[in-house]
């Protein structure tokens, strides 16, 4: 699991005081089952936070997933992977569905 807080700091030195403050977060699990042939099925779903919005605007829940492909390219692995996944909670003007697509060359030393 990836987890990860960014926030600001104060409202001087580098900041005017204008600047516009923010507190945001991130949680994504990884998992994967893998068949024989380089097959495999995964949900990296990203869930996000804006700990300064209000109420039900803070939250961004996908849930789903998608299958993915590791085959070589002459000898150049190649890991390919498609998922799709439904926003369950989101902010008001959030988009429902999220899709990622990865083309991900390997160079193995």
Known sequence: MLVNNVWSVGN??????????????????????????????????????????????????????????LFKIGKLPVNTQVSGYYNVVRPDFAPNWQVRAQLQFMFPK
């Open 12 to 69: 001087s030195g580098n900041l005017s005081s204008n600047a516009t403050k923010y507190n945001n977060g991130l949680m994504q699990p990884f998992v994967n089952y893998n068949f024989e042939g380089g097959v495999y099925l995964t949900s990296s779903p990203i869930l996000t936070v804006n700990w300064e919005a209000q109420g039900s605007q803070q939250w961004t829940v996908p849930m789903g997933g998608g299958v993915g492909k």
